[in-house]
């Protein structure tokens, strides 16, 4: 299992427990963490293609912005705006250790 399959699952058992913890149960609450986690996987695959092709494309007049980015941010928004509703918190991140050094990658 890749780093990401087991983030996504932690990722789907911490908002299933928040639910739970609320006392908010339903199969439709169940389908909307699906509809969460598949906009968590767009949101990835966004990143990758930011990654390798680069935070600007080649356009008909010059480079242009890569449209992964502004697809990233509608994503990331409609994220945030199904945990609001529903009342619950992102998962938290691994600490960043010390050691490990950041770049602007990171952000992206």
């Given at each position: 299992?890749?780093r990401?399959?087991?983030?996504?699952?932690?990722?789907?058992?911490?908002?299933?427990?928040?639910?739970?913890?609320?006392?908010?149960?339903?199969?439709?609450?169940?389908?909307?963490?699906?509809?969460?986690?598949?906009?968590?996987?767009?949101?990835?695959k966004?990143?990758?293609?930011?990654?390798?092709?680069?935070?600007?494309?080649?356009?008909?007049?010059?480079?242009?912005?890569?449209?992964?980015?502004?697809?990233?941010?509608?994503?990331?928004?409609?994220?945030?705006?199904?945990?609001?509703?529903?009342?619950?918190?992102?998962?938290?991140?691994?600490?960043?250790?010390?050691?490990?050094?950041?770049?602007?990658?990171?952000?992206?």
């Amino acid at each position: 299992m890749s780093r990401q399959d087991s983030l996504r699952n932690e990722i789907e058992r911490d908002l299933t427990k928040q639910l739970k913890e609320k006392e908010v149960v339903g199969a439709h609450y169940e389908d909307i963490i699906q509809d969460y986690l598949s906009l968590w996987d767009l949101k990835c695959k966004l990143r990758e293609d930011i990654r390798t092709t680069g935070i600007s494309v080649p356009g008909m007049h010059g480079p242009k912005s890569n449209p992964s980015i502004n697809d990233m941010h509608k994503t990331n928004d409609r994220m945030l705006k199904i945990l609001e509703a529903l009342g619950l918190k992102a998962s938290p991140v691994e600490p960043i250790k010390p050691e490990e050094k950041r770049s602007a990658n990171d952000l992206i």
